[in-house]
């Protein structure tokens, strides 16, 4: 099997993967990260978004070989406990969920908004989560959760 | 003379579960284990329930560990169904844990050598006058917990220092922070993976299946066909997809159940067989005159779960016993169920709750928990995990049944309400497991020995009734007669979703309540608060119409619309103002919310079950609706099943009114009727159309206008 080199988390990986494998098949079953969370398998929920370069990306129809020689972020390389990123604590203030399965890819489509539009409006932030589904209707308290964090990371 | 004291009424799940041992124990370590039978589904029970418990026992909250429950440790609670969480474990837990802190109260005293009453208790120390001092963890060794709940005293309201707050949910932090806390994450050593074939068509047979081609799968470990049920195991996912895919195209299947024609539901429910019962019947002592009659028939289509997550479970085999990881909602209702397909004594399985997505009832959980134990028996002892598809999810998980609801008013001359009729045509609302003689889940259906398939029945009108929920009207109308009409058959599969049928009922009460002032002149709310007597019930309708200003000004292109229903009539009470913006397309802009569930224990945690039930139930009401032909359902994916989007879904502003006296209930399930009702009035509002037919789309709101002109 080819070898497939790229940054994961901050840190350079060589796996020798199948390189139709999809991405999210790597990251869970061969890294073991949980961020990740299979939903749907062809890319219509966005649970199992993360950022490869700096954009959000459905993990689960993305095949492996397209993220050679690139950055890829998932939910543990966002922060820590220890290290929270402004999105995360947000979340946590918010209360910004009821079963959370879904936050994992809404943080990373969100993280990755703020990348390219660190003000953005509210209608800017619910187009970027629109392809994200929460089936249990936390998306108002999620929207603010992203637009505190937006606030806190601007103010000088 | 005088006789023994007669014991007190305990709670309903103390009284099941009298051991205090059962509920609490105090760790070594300085923290306090405590158990129930509820689960967390997304909706923060457990924080709840560590809120009672902390203030109970006067800890604090960070000391609180509670415990999942499992079949080996926790208390017998049934099923986390019902918006009754609140209501029969947090009674539970505050008794139990009153009792407890007396227990140790008269045991620090004895070993203090000071009056009970001088003592005080304070994050778990006890300390009296003279700076004695013990603490829980100090007195547990020498106190027993393993004896039966005599009935504690708690705590007045107002001393309770957690109840009411809007603590922080525990399980959060690990959630933003990929911490293991889903069974989907459960990393458990020689995990490997299984995968169910079904066929497409509901009960079809296999006729035929050539394992050959997904044998050689590299991967594979074994196949299993037991009947019509197959499954694989294999090394890894892939492999084990790759086979399913390969036993896919070398099955053939034969038989199964003709579906109903998707654009007739009403007409195909009132064609069937049916079991009919009188659920409410009221005779005025002197009846009005009827000088006229209105009627109208509302349905709602079935409407699937749609879990986020698809359903997922791990079962391991060691010698004739097994346990399983489950997300289901019962862990002892799943284990009878499943001792009864495997013929074996219950105490040899043992069954552990861990979350799964959000869950709004009887989803897939428990039969993919069978589908794991089946396919465990063939994996050599390793821990086997089955997750279903997409598609299974939307298709093989029960669904909320349809509904036709046909109501008649008898009107006066003056146009009041002399009488009123509702009739409900529905499948059953439950087919949940562990409550009957034969196993709920799907697999036992499809194996070589099958089970027959359970046509789905009501709870009873004491517990909340199920098609029938909600029918009553808690309007003051001087007669009535409310009937049920529940299927002997069963084509699309149907079980518990949210709300059961009131959704349907209380859609159809409100609406024609509508209907009925609209004939009057008369605005709707005030015709509401005209024949409300409960004061609870007027308060919610009062404190929505204050907030969201009833009744704005008429504007070009918005609507306003109020729906109001106390959820089971016994438990919490809401009312809702929706606004909403019609052209073409119906957009729900605002929803304005009051609600009272008693003593609110954690009021943002009931504020973020209010939300999100009143976005759920937009959703279903503007968008959702099961697609299917005649032998299979179509509705596989999000594309052909969508669900409110982000950029849709409405604002929503709760009040809650809070009432620490008075019992808690659940929150849950107290939006969806009244949402939707509030919705499809506002689309009246706005357009002058009376859809009675959900989901209100652009075709719906199209053949409600044809219809209305």
Same mark, same amino acid.
């Given at each position: 099997?080819?070898?497939?080199?790229?940054?994961?988390?901050?840190?350079?990986?060589?796996?020798?993967?199948?390189?139709?494998?999809?991405?999210?098949?790597?990251?869970?079953?061969?890294?073991?990260?949980?961020?990740?969370?299979?939903?749907?398998?062809?890319?219509?929920?966005?649970?199992?978004?993360?950022?490869?370069?700096?954009?959000?990306?459905?993990?689960?129809?993305?095949?492996?070989?397209?993220?050679?020689?690139?950055?890829?972020?998932?939910?543990?390389?966002?922060?820590?406990?220890?290290?929270?990123?402004?999105?995360? @604590? !947000?979340?946590?203030?918010?209360?910004?969920?009821? =079963? +959370?399965?879904?936050?994992?890819? &809404?943080?990373?489509?969100? %993280? $990755?908004?703020?990348?390219?539009?660190?003000?953005?409006?509210?209608?800017?932030? @619910? !187009?970027?989560?629109?392809?994200?589904?929460?089936? =249990? +209707?936390?998306?108002?308290?999620? &929207?603010?959760?992203?637009? %505190? $964090?937006?606030?806190?990371?601007?103010?000088? | 003379?005088?006789?023994?004291?007669?014991?007190?009424?305990?709670?309903?799940?103390?009284?099941?579960?009298?051991?205090?041992?059962?509920?609490?124990?105090?760790?070594?370590?300085?923290?306090?284990?405590?158990?129930?039978?509820?689960?967390?589904?997304?909706?923060?029970?457990?924080?709840?329930?560590?809120?009672?418990?902390?203030?109970?026992?006067?800890?604090?909250?960070?000391?609180?560990?509670?415990?999942?429950?499992?079949?080996?440790?926790?208390?017998?609670?049934?099923?986390?169904?019902?918006?009754?969480?609140?209501?029969?474990?947090?009674?539970?837990?505050?008794?139990?844990?009153?009792?407890?802190?007396?227990?140790?109260?008269?045991?620090?005293?004895?070993?203090?050598?000071?009056?009970?009453?001088?003592?005080?208790?304070?994050?778990?120390?006890?300390?009296?006058?003279?700076?004695?001092?013990?603490?829980?963890?100090?007195?547990?060794?020498?106190?027993?917990?393993?004896?039966?709940?005599?009935?504690?005293?708690?705590?007045?309201?107002?001393?309770?220092?957690?109840?009411?707050?809007?603590?922080?949910?525990?399980?959060?932090?690990?959630?933003?922070?990929?911490?293991?806390?889903?069974?989907?994450?459960?990393?458990?050593?020689?995990?490997?993976?299984?995968?169910?074939?079904?066929?497409?068509?509901?009960?079809?047979?296999?006729?035929?299946?050539?394992?050959?081609?997904?044998?050689?799968?590299?991967?594979?470990?074994?196949?299993?066909?037991?009947?019509?049920?197959?499954?694989?195991?294999?090394?890894?996912?892939?492999?084990?997809?790759?086979?399913?895919?390969?036993?896919?195209?070398?099955?053939?299947?034969?038989?199964?159940?003709?579906?109903?024609?998707?654009?007739?539901?009403?007409?195909?429910?009132?064609?069937?067989?049916?079991?009919?019962?009188?659920?409410?019947?009221?005779?005025?002592?002197?009846?009005?005159?009827?000088?006229?009659?209105?009627?109208?028939?509302?349905?709602?289509?079935?409407?699937?779960?749609?879990?986020?997550?698809?359903?997922?479970?791990?079962?391991?085999?060691?010698?004739?016993?097994?346990?399983?990881?489950?997300?289901?909602?019962?862990?002892?209702?799943?284990?009878?169920?499943?001792?009864?397909?495997?013929?074996?004594?219950?105490?040899?399985?043992?069954?552990?709750?861990?979350?799964?997505?959000?869950?709004?009832?009887?989803?897939?959980?428990?039969?993919?928990?069978?589908?794991?134990?089946?396919?465990?028996?063939?994996?050599?002892?390793?821990?086997?995990?089955?997750?279903?598809?997409?598609?299974?999810?939307?298709?093989?998980?029960?669904?909320?049944?349809?509904?036709?609801?046909?109501?008649?008013?008898?009107?006066?001359?003056?146009?009041?309400?002399?009488?009123?009729?509702?009739?409900?045509?529905?499948?059953?609302?439950?087919?949940?497991?562990?409550?009957?003689?034969?196993?709920?889940?799907?697999?036992?259906?499809?194996?070589?020995?099958?089970?027959?398939?359970?046509?789905?029945?009501?709870?009873?009108?004491?517990?909340?009734?199920?098609?029938?929920?909600?029918?009553?009207?808690?309007?003051?109308?001087?007669?009535?007669?409310?009937?049920?009409?529940?299927?002997?058959?069963?084509?699309?599969?149907?079980?518990?979703?949210?709300?059961?049928?009131?959704?349907?009922?209380?859609?159809?009460?409100?609406?024609?309540?509508?209907?009925?002032?609209?004939?009057?002149?008369?605005?709707?709310?005030?015709?509401?608060?005209?024949?409300?007597?409960?004061?609870?019930?007027?308060?919610?309708?009062?404190?929505?119409?204050?907030?969201?200003?009833?009744?704005?000004?008429?504007?070009?292109?918005?609507?306003?619309?109020?729906?109001?229903?106390?959820?089971?009539?016994?438990?919490?009470?809401?009312?809702?103002?929706?606004?909403?913006?019609?052209?073409?397309?119906?957009?729900?802009?605002?929803?304005?919310?009051?609600?009272?569930?008693?003593?609110?224990?954690?009021?943002?945690?009931?504020?973020?079950?209010?939300?999100?039930?009143?976005?759920?139930?937009?959703?279903?009401?503007?968008?959702?609706?099961?697609?299917?032909?005649?032998?299979?359902?179509?509705?596989?994916?999000?594309?052909?099943?969508?669900?409110?989007?982000?950029?849709?879904?409405?604002?929503?502003?709760?009040?809650?009114?809070?009432?620490?006296?008075?019992?808690?209930?659940?929150?849950?399930?107290?939006?969806?009727?009244?949402?939707?009702?509030?919705?499809?009035?506002?689309?009246?509002?706005?357009?002058?159309?009376?859809?009675?037919?959900?989901?209100?789309?652009?075709?719906?709101?199209?053949?409600?206008?044809?219809?209305?002109?």
């Amino acid at each position: 099997m080819p070898s497939i080199r790229f940054r994961l988390n901050g840190t350079a990986r060589e796996i020798d993967a199948d390189p139709t494998s999809t991405l999210l098949d790597i990251l869970r079953g061969q890294f073991g990260l949980i961020g990740p969370h299979f939903g749907c398998g062809s890319g219509e929920c966005g649970a199992c978004r993360v950022i490869v370069a700096d954009h959000a990306v459905t993990s689960c129809d993305t095949p492996v070989w397209s993220v050679a020689d690139k950055d890829v972020t998932t939910l543990e390389g966002l922060g820590s406990p220890e290290h929270p990123h402004p999105l995360q @604590r !947000a979340f946590i203030a918010e209360q910004a969920m009821q =079963c +959370g399965y879904c936050v994992s890819g &809404v943080l990373m489509s969100a %993280a $990755a908004l703020l990348m390219q539009k660190p003000e953005p409006t509210e209608a800017e932030v @619910r !187009a970027a989560l629109d392809r994200n589904l929460c089936r =249990c +209707g936390a998306h108002n308290r999620m &929207v603010r959760a992203v637009l %505190a $964090a937006a606030n806190e990371m601007t103010v000088p | 003379m005088t006789g023994a004291p007669s014991p007190p009424i305990l709670p309903v799940s103390l009284a099941a579960n009298p051991k205090l041992s059962s509920w609490v124990r105090f760790a070594p370590d300085g923290q306090v284990m405590v158990s129930s039978g509820k689960v967390e589904i997304g909706q923060g029970i457990v924080t709840a329930l560590a809120q009672i418990a902390a203030d109970e026992l006067d800890v604090d909250i960070g000391r609180v560990r509670m415990i999942r429950a499992t079949t080996s440790t926790s208390p017998n609670e049934g099923v986390t169904s019902g918006s009754l969480s609140i209501q029969q474990s947090g009674r539970a837990l505050r008794l139990a844990c009153a009792e407890i802190r007396q227990i140790f109260l008269v045991a620090a005293a004895d070993r203090l050598g000071v009056d009970e009453d001088a003592l005080a208790i304070e994050d778990g120390t006890i300390s009296g006058p003279g700076n004695v001092t013990t603490s829980y963890w100090e007195l547990a060794g020498d106190i027993s917990l393993d004896r039966d709940a005599a009935g504690g005293l708690p705590k007045p309201a107002v001393r309770r220092a957690l109840a009411g707050r809007s603590v922080q949910r525990l399980d959060i932090p690990d959630k933003v922070f990929a911490q293991p806390r889903f069974i989907q994450d459960l990393a458990l050593p020689g995990l490997v993976h299984g995968r169910v074939l079904r066929p497409e068509r509901p009960g079809a047979k296999l006729t035929r299946l050539d394992e050959n081609a997904a044998r050689a799968v590299t991967g594979v470990i074994a196949i299993c066909r037991d009947g019509s049920f197959v499954g694989v195991v294999g090394e890894t996912e892939r492999a084990a997809e790759a086979a399913l895919a390969l036993l896919r195209k070398a099955a053939a299947w034969s038989g199964g159940e003709a579906l109903p024609d998707e654009d007739d539901l009403a007409n195909f429910l009132k064609a069937q067989p049916v079991e009919s019962t009188i659920v409410d019947h009221k005779t005025a002592s002197a009846p009005g005159r009827k000088a006229r009659t209105i009627r109208a028939r509302y349905t709602r289509p079935y409407i699937a779960h749609a879990s986020i997550a698809p359903s997922c479970a791990i079962a391991q085999w060691t010698a004739d016993r097994v346990r399983v990881w489950t997300h289901s909602q019962g862990v002892y209702l799943l284990r009878a169920d499943l001792a009864l397909v495997l013929k074996l004594p219950a105490e040899n399985i043992t069954v552990e709750h861990l979350e799964g997505a959000g869950c709004y009832g009887h989803n897939g959980a428990d039969d993919v928990a069978l589908d794991a134990v089946l396919l465990a028996k063939i994996a050599g002892g390793k821990p086997v995990r089955v997750q279903w598809s997409r598609a299974d999810e939307m298709t093989h998980a029960p669904f909320g049944a349809a509904m036709a609801i046909e109501l008649e008013a008898d009107l006066d001359a003056q146009g009041e309400v002399v009488n009123w009729r509702h009739a409900i045509w529905s499948n059953g609302h439950a087919a949940r497991p562990g409550r009957a003689s034969q196993p709920a889940l799907l697999a036992a259906t499809e194996l070589a020995h099958p089970f027959p398939r359970m046509v789905s029945t009501n709870p009873p009108q004491v517990n909340g009734g199920g098609g029938d929920r909600n029918s009553v009207p808690l309007y003051d109308f001087p007669s009535w007669i409310i009937e049920s009409h529940r299927l002997l058959t069963m084509p699309v599969r149907t079980s518990a979703l949210r709300t059961l049928g009131a959704h349907g009922n209380v859609f159809a009460i409100e609406s024609f309540i509508n209907e009925i002032a609209a004939e009057r002149g008369e605005d709707p709310l005030a015709f509401r608060l005209r024949h409300l007597r409960d004061e609870r019930a007027r308060a919610v309708i009062r404190s929505v119409a204050r907030r969201a200003t009833w009744k704005p000004a008429p504007q070009a292109g918005i609507g306003h619309g109020i729906g109001f229903a106390r959820y089971k009539n016994t438990g919490a009470y809401c009312a809702v103002i929706a606004e909403i913006e019609g052209e073409q397309d119906i957009r729900v802009k605002k929803l304005t919310v009051a609600v009272d569930v008693g003593e609110a224990i954690n009021p943002d945690g009931v504020i973020n079950q209010i939300e999100g039930g009143a976005i759920q139930a937009t959703s279903w009401t503007l968008r959702e609706r099961v697609r299917f032909e005649a032998t299979r359902i179509t509705s596989t994916s999000w594309a052909d099943y969508p669900i409110l989007r982000f950029s849709e879904v409405p604002a929503v502003d709760v009040e809650v009114i809070q009432r620490p006296e008075m019992d808690p209930v659940g929150a849950g399930e107290a939006a969806h009727g009244p949402v939707t009702a509030a919705i499809a009035n506002a689309v009246f509002d706005c357009l002058g159309v009376r859809v009675r037919q959900l989901p209100i789309t652009r075709d719906g709101l199209i053949k409600a206008m044809d219809l209305s002109s």
